[in-house]
Structure formats: C-alpha cells, structure tokens
C-alpha cells in the first residue's frame, strides 16, 4: 500500500515570501518607519516657544478656601490700573457657565494673575471659553494659561496624539504584510478591521477611564495597546480559518468562525473582567484593568462581528500555511533540562529585581514639555510662591485658640515645600505675618479651614511627603484632616501600589483557572500559575531596567498588556493540542481498539506524532499570539514620536518585555512545561519530570479498555489491576466478566508484532490518525449516548448531523447503550485530499453488546468488516469532522460471529443503526 498522503495541502507560498529580498525590505521598512516617529515627536516638542512671563512675586489676594482655582492665567503686557481687566475681563469671566470664582492676584509692578474655580459640573470647553474671553477682551496682552484642568487637557491630548502616530503606521505597515502574503482584498480588510477596533476600543476605554486622575489607567493608552494586539490576534486566526470554512452559505460560514474563537475570548475576558472587579473593590480610582478589558472587549467585538462577514464575501484565504513562519525553529523542546532552567532563573532573578516599592509620583504639568504653557504657568506661580490649585486644605478642629492656629500657621509657612499658609489669623510667609484675612471666610461650623499652598506640584512624590508632615503637624495639641488634589493624588498612588501586586496574583490565577476549565489537569494549572508568576515579575523586571525609577500605573498597563498576549496564546495552543488529542492516537485514546498493537515501535510513533501535534499548536497559535504581541511592541517604539517622556519609557519599556516574554516565556518554556504535558510524551531533556502518569505504569495503558467497559455498564466497583482475568469483584449482583470469555491481555495484545498494514502506513500516519479518532469518539456517543456531543465529529446542520442526531435521541428514550471494543481501522486511502477531503476506509468492527439502562444483555452484533466513503472537513483549529459518509457493505468477516440471541424487532433497528 503506498503512504497515505499529508494532512496540509501544499505550499503555496510567494515566491517573493521565499526570498531574502522580502526580509530586509521589511526590515529597512521597519527601520525607516521607527526613525521617521523619532524625527517628527522631536519636532512636535519644539512648537511651544518659550515666553517671558511675569518675574515679581505677588502680594495680595482674597481667597475663599471654598473656591480654590483649578484654571490660572499669567497677563503680561497690562497694567492692574488698566479698567478694562476690573469692569471687563474680570466680571466677563465670572459670568461664563461653569466659572464659581475668580480671584486676581497683584504684582508690585501691576501685572496679574488670575485664578478661576471651576463649577463641579464643568466640562472641557469651559477652559477654551475663558480662553477665548481674555484674548477678545485684551487682544494686545499676552495671556497665559495653567492650572491642574489645563495641565490635565494638555497632557491628554499629548498622549492621545502620540497614541494615534504610534498605531497608525504599524497599521498601515500590518496591512502592506498581509496584502503582500495574501493579497490586496484581504490586506485592506484585515487592516481597516484593526484600525476600526483599536479606535473604538480606545475611546470607549477613555470613557470607561472616567476623569484623569494622574495615572495612565484613566488614559486611552491601555486600551489602545490591548485593542490593538487583541484584534491583530483575532484576525490571524479568522484568516486562518477562512482557509477551510466550515459552511454551506455566508451565514452559516460567519456563525462558524465566531462560534470558533467565542471559548478562547470567554475565558480570556471572564478571568479579566473578576480581576477588574475585584480591583475596582479594593481601589479608590478607576483600575487599570476596567480599561484593559473594556478595550480589550470592543475590539474582540468589532473584528467578530465584522471581519468573518467581509471575509464570507472574499475569494478563498489561500492555504498558505508556512508564509513568514516557514523556518523550522527550534523550541523549548531542543534544549536540555539544564539551559531552561537557566532561562527560568533569568525571568526569576528580573522578577527579583522589581520588588522594590513602585514611584509614587503621577502624571502632572511637570510630565509636559518645557515649552507647553501649563507647565510654564505652574513653574512660575511656584517660583513666586506656589500654585494655588494645588493646595491643601487643613481642617482645624474648633476647639483650638486663635494663638495655637497662628502658631500652627507659622511652623507650616516654614517647611521647605510651603510657599505660603493663609487661615483666619492672616498670611503666613516663611513663619511671617505677611497680610491680615477675612477671618470669617476661613471659619465653618466647627472647624477653621487653612490653606497651604506648597511650591511642588500636586501630584509629585515632594507633595505626598507633605501630607505625612502635615497629618502630624497639629502634634498632641489637636488632629487636622486633609483634602484637597495633593490629597486625592496621594489615595491614588497609593492604590495603585497596593494593586500592582494583587493584580499580578489574579491575573497568574485567572490563567491557571482558564487552563484547568479547558483540560481538567490541577498540575497543568499550577504550572501555568507558575510561569505566569515568572513572565509577569520578568515584565516589571525589564521595565525597571529600560525606564529606571517608574510608577505602579505604568506597570500595570505593561504587565496587563503582556498577560492578554499570553492568556491568547495559552489558551489557544492547549485548545489546538487537545482538539488535536480528540481526533488523534495517544496513549489516552489507544485503549478502545483502535491500534492492534502498541509495543515499542508503535509508541515511538505515537511520541513522534504527538511531538509533532505540539509543533503544530505552537506554529499556529505562536504564529497569530506572537505575531501580535510583535505588532504591540511596534506600536510601543511608536511611542518614541511623542513628547512626553512617560509615553517614550513606555512604549520601550512594552517593547523590550514583549521580546523578553515572546523569546523565553512563550517560545522556549511554554512548550515544554504545558505542550509536553498535555500530551503526555516524554521531555528529552528530563524524562522523568515531564512524562504523563499513564506512561509510567503500562498495566494502566493495558487495562484502561476493561476499566471504560465497567464504567459503560454503571459498575463502579474498584478492579484489581494485578488480577489477570479482570472479573469484577465486590458485593455487586452481577458477576458477568468485563468481556466474557477474554482475558486482559488478550484486548490489548501487547508485544505481537506489527500488522503488515500497519507497518506500511505508521510511515504516513496522518489519515490513520484522524479517521481511526473519528471512529472512536463515534463510537464512545454509542457506549454513553446521554454523553454525546455529535458536532465535535460531525459538521451541522447537515442530513447526517439531523439522521444521527434523531438517532442518538431513540437510545436515550429507550435507554440503550452498547459495550465492546471500538472499531479497528484496516485501510484508509485519500481519494482527494482537497476539501472537503474525500477518504475510502475499510473497518472492522468487533463484537458489540447492546445494553439495556440496567447493565442487562439485550442483543450481541457479530463481528464484521465494512467498506465506506467519508468526506472530512477541517475547521481552524485543525481538527477535522465528518461531512458525509456512505456505507458500501460488508466484506469479509474478521473472526467468525458469536450466535445472536432473539432482540425484539425495536432493538433490531436501533442495533442495526449503530
């Protein structure tokens, strides 16, 4: 018999793919699109030209502690005395919709500042109406604008522009890869797909974001860089399997592919979203995973939902399966023990080193270019003694004397990081009585309001050393309590610490959790706890050696980043091996009959074949998983555009993990501690550690048919493994043996030799492979029919789904079941391996018992060989399922039939059909 063909179709493959020229044009390409980003964020820093602005510190202003400024303007070029700024700019300001207050401060010289408080319900365009007031009422003056609002408005629109030239390129450039792999059609569906999700996964992200608080988790960028590798991930794979749909119309075709990828994103998204929750409990702000997932969601959402009906519409995705993956690169797989180790004590000694305590200090005005007017306006009011929209407010209970306040007063003005304290006994400079104060403006019921104006920025790591200061400045004589925005930044950062490190606890568990939901194997979680522990700590590890000195915020973004590319690739490559396990041989699945013979050749061939599922998993899955998270670390360098020193250490921050992980997390360790496992093959570099429980004692490979028949015939009494005739014993009623009239040995023959026909196609074994899956789990909806789920072999909504499904629904109404040996599997010959790939098999099938719901024999069927046509479709994940099939008769007999005993002519039927 000649071998039976290769499951892969063949190559297709471009022949400018195939040639070196192909690589370094996409790498000068990359080159020249990182130094392009560099040149033009260098150039947008230096469009704010410095100015000069008043240099006189001020003496005056009545401030009413209720009504702190949040918007300050520095006005330079007219005098104080000037009437236009009291009759008209002043009173203009305070009739604006959303303006509470305006307080101006005066120079000696007469220049101005001033300060206006926002009302709660204020939004963004108030700011550029007050803008637009002082420059129409004072259009020869040149008009500053600062404050925490500015500042905030500024830094978000930096950030936002820098997100937008970081991803619009790498787009551009994923979209030129695959038009270039699989032409123009599909190259600007797929791309505009992630332009689209990454935009709405990025705006809804900022709008679940809330208002700025300082920290990049109530910006756009996590969602962005979430979105972004979620949807090129996603697109991979619906390429992939637009290569084989499943389908008989578009309908049919989109609800397939979605029902396909529907699992992966469940257990992804549901493991982030309890995390989010459970941070969002714990926190005071909004938690970075709340964006990430919401990002994260919208975009998995829009490529769904739009790119399988684009596809449906499109020309066949050609089955170029190798593409820019064609090289056979070694894995985890080819090291030894030893060197592994080594890289898993490198991630360990990165982890190590990211135990230090995050940065406290948030994202402020000091975050912007020097030349960025917010930032300019809060260096200066700070030089002339502080900024007050970032005061403090200081509660002094009202049972302290008015000399214990001033005291009080007078220590605070004298801290390094005070500019000046104003309360109801005066101003305070430097522990000086510098101007007298409406007393009754700094009294509220029961407690004296003071205001400390600090010469740092609200947000710094200076002003959360203040509040400390503060918190015991009152001493034993009376306890103060704080508000204010240094206050609020201060809950914030603090948060944010506290979790960073419950987030990498339950981002490490959830991946456990979604391991142990797809193969029910407690040490695969655990080992997958394990490495997610490894990877994260290595991704703070590395961030702190790029960025140096950095905040909890940010770390969380890259470890959430870093923990949805590997939870894509976790998932999908455990849930390719074990479809695989479902339609393959392995040790697990040889004990229903299907291999004659399972002595040392054909076990060799067994570890060969699982190896090889495990490369194939890894190609597929690496290849969409891994291609995306290089598609985030592009987007990271894009970051080098922008003009904000937080966006640039965090994209190379990003960049630089996402290499780490991608080389040692993913590509070498992966493999080996859940691929090898999962299959249950032994690990070359460390037999013992890696080998699965049914390969260390062969009685249960051996006894393991004798056991599924027990369990089929509702017997669960223990079986005595050491007992060669394998009767059941105990107190049970029946003492009918597991198969009559065999022995143990005798349904697993081992150490005969090879069967010619096996010899001759163990060579080639694909075909074999599958189809002989394919018998046995049709076969197992037979022994357990209440147990079945038919689509896993068969393709719906076709007329063999409908017949058998109406079929397996009369064995459960009457309560029948059938034991015995599965078929054994003589010939399989591909007459087309095309799909849908049609197959002529010859089977034969041993005797079977049929069973009634009380474990009584109702009929036997005689042993026989038949001949059939089958018609196998293949969905993405590589697992086929049966289409169509023709039964063409029966030939001859293997062994010679048992006399049946008289079935009542129902039972007849149902036997006949099964």
């Known amino acids: 018999m000649s071998p039976s063909p290769k499951i892969s179709s063949p190559s297709r493959r471009s022949a400018y793919l195939s040639t070196p020229a192909f690589f370094r044009r996409f790498v000068t390409l990359l080159l020249a699109s990182v130094l392009l980003l560099f040149v033009a964020g260098s150039a947008l820093a230096t469009i704010d030209a410095p100015r000069p602005l008043v240099g006189e510190p001020y003496t005056s202003g009545v401030w009413d502690p209720s009504e702190l400024p949040d918007v300050a303007l520095l006005v330079s070029g007219v005098e104080s005395a000037d009437p236009t700024m009291e009759r008209l700019v002043i009173p203009a300001l305070r009739d604006l919709p959303g303006v509470a207050a305006v307080t101006a401060e005066l120079a000696p010289s007469g220049r101005i500042a001033l300060h206006v408080a926002l009302a709660p319900e204020a939004d963004e365009n108030v700011v550029a109406a007050i803008r637009s007031v002082v420059a129409s009422s004072l259009p020869d003056a040149h008009v500053a604008l600062g404050g925490r609002t500015v500042a905030d408005q500024d830094l978000l629109s930096r950030l936002n522009r820098s997100t937008v030239v970081a991803v619009v390129p790498v787009v551009l450039l994923l979209t030129a890869l695959i038009t270039l792999a699989f032409g123009g059609q599909l190259g600007i569906a797929a791309g505009g797909t992630v332009g689209l999700s990454t935009l709405l996964g990025g705006l809804v992200g900022s709008q679940i974001a809330g208002k700025f608080d300082g920290t990049l988790a109530t910006t756009a960028v996590p969602a962005v860089l979430v979105a972004v590798l979620v949807s090129t991930v996603l697109t991979l794979r619906l390429l992939e399997w637009f290569k084989n749909p499943i389908g008989q119309d578009q309908a049919e075709a989109i609800r397939n592919s979605v029902r396909h990828l529907l699992p992966e994103a469940g257990l992804l998204f549901g493991g982030l979203i309890v995390t989010a929750v459970l941070l969002e409990l714990l926190g005071t702000g909004r938690a970075t995973a709340s964006v990430v997932a919401a990002g994260g969601i919208i975009a998995a959402i829009i490529t769904l939902g739009a790119l399988p009906a684009l596809l449906s519409t499109l020309d066949r995705v050609p089955s170029n399966d190798e593409g820019l993956f064609s090289s056979e690169l070694p894995d985890g797989r080819d090291f030894p023990i030893a060197v592994l180790g080594g890289f898993a004590c490198f991630l360990l000694g990165l982890g190590l080193f990211a135990i230090r305590v995050p940065s406290s200090g948030l994202l402020d005005e000091s975050a912007l270019s020097p030349g960025v007017s917010a930032r300019r306006v809060s260096e200066q009011l700070i030089e002339l003694g502080g900024d007050p929209s970032s005061a403090i407010l200081a509660e002094i209970p009202g049972t302290a004397s008015g000399t214990e306040i001033s005291a009080w007063s007078a220590s605070v003005s004298e801290l390094q990081t005070v500019g000046w304290v104003q309360t109801s006994a005066g101003r305070f400079v430097a522990g000086q009585l510098v101007a007298e104060t409406d007393s009754t403006l700094f009294v509220q019921d029961d407690v004296t309001v003071a205001i400390v104006t600090p010469t740092v920025t609200a947000r710094s790591e200076a002003a959360q050393n203040l509040i400390r200061q503060l918190e015991t400045s009152g001493g034993e004589v ?3 309590e704080l508000s204010g925005a240094p206050v609020e930044a201060a809950l914030v950062a603090a948060s944010a610490n506290r979790s960073l490190w419950v987030m990498i606890v339950l981002l490490a568990v959830s991946g456990g959790l979604a391991i142990l939901v797809l193969v029910g194997d407690l040490r695969m979680a655990a080992a997958t706890v394990a490495l997610r522990f490894l990877g994260l700590g290595a991704v703070l590890g590395v961030y702190r050696v790029v960025a140096g000195d950095v905040g909890a915020s940010e770390l969380q973004v890259a470890v959430l980043v870093l923990s949805v590319g590997i939870g894509l690739f976790e998932i999908g490559f455990v849930r390719r091996i074990a479809a695989g396990l479902e339609t393959g041989l392995t040790p697990s699945l040889a004990t229903d009959g299907l291999v004659a013979d399972v002595g040392d050749e054909v076990s ?7 190896n090889e599922l495990v490369t194939l998993a890894l190609h597929r899955e690496g290849r969409a998983a891994m291609f995306g998270l290089g598609v985030t670390a592009l987007v990271g360098l894009g970051f080098l555009a922008g003009d904000l020193e937080i966006a640039r250490r965090l994209g190379v921050a990003v960049a630089a993990a996402v290499v780490v992980e991608m080389m040692i997390g993913t590509w070498l360790l992966r493999p080996v501690v859940l691929g090898q496992r999962i299959v249950g093959t032994e690990f070359a570099g460390n037999p013992a550690l890696f080998r699965s429980a049914k390969d260390a004692d062969p009685r249960v490979l ?3 048919s004798a056991l599924l028949e027990v369990r089929l015939a509702g017997d669960s009494t223990p079986i005595d493994l050491d007992n060669p005739d394998m009767t059941r014993s105990g107190s049970g009623t029946s003492d009918v ?8 040995r005798e349904m697993l023959p081992i150490g005969r030799p090879l069967s010619a026909t096996f010899a001759e196609e163990r060579l080639s074994p694909e075909w074999r492979r599958i189809v002989g899956g394919l018998l046995r789990a049709e076969f197992a909806f037979q ?11 068969f393709v719906s909504d076709t007329p063999l789904f409908t017949e058998l499904e109406n079929h397996n629904q009369r064995l459960r109404t009457a309560g029948l079941s059938i034991i015995g040996q599965g078929p054994e599997l003589v010939k399989v010959t591909a007459v087309n391996d095309e799909s849908p790939v049609t197959l002529a098999i010859t089977v034969d099938h041993p005797e079977r018992r049929l069973i009634n719901a009380h474990a009584e024999l109702v009929g036997i069927r005689p042993a026989e060989r038949r001949h059939g ?3 196998l479709v293949q969905d993405p994940s590589g697992r086929y399922r049966i289409a169509e099939a023709v039964d063409l008769g029966a030939g001859d007999l293997q062994t010679k039939p048992e006399p049946a005993v ?13």
């Open 478 to 480: 009376f306890a103060i």
């Open 869 to 871: 046509m089958l018609w």
């Open 902 to 914: 008289a079935m009542p002519a129902t039972v007849q039927l149902l036997a006949a059909t099964s």
């Open 783 to 793: 022994t357990d029919p209440s147990d079945a789920e038919l689509e896993t072999v």
């Open 604 to 610: 060799e061939t067994l570890a060969d074949e699982r």
């Open 737 to 744: 043996q597991t198969k009559a009239g065999f022995k143990w």
């Open 702 to 704: 051996a006894n393991a």
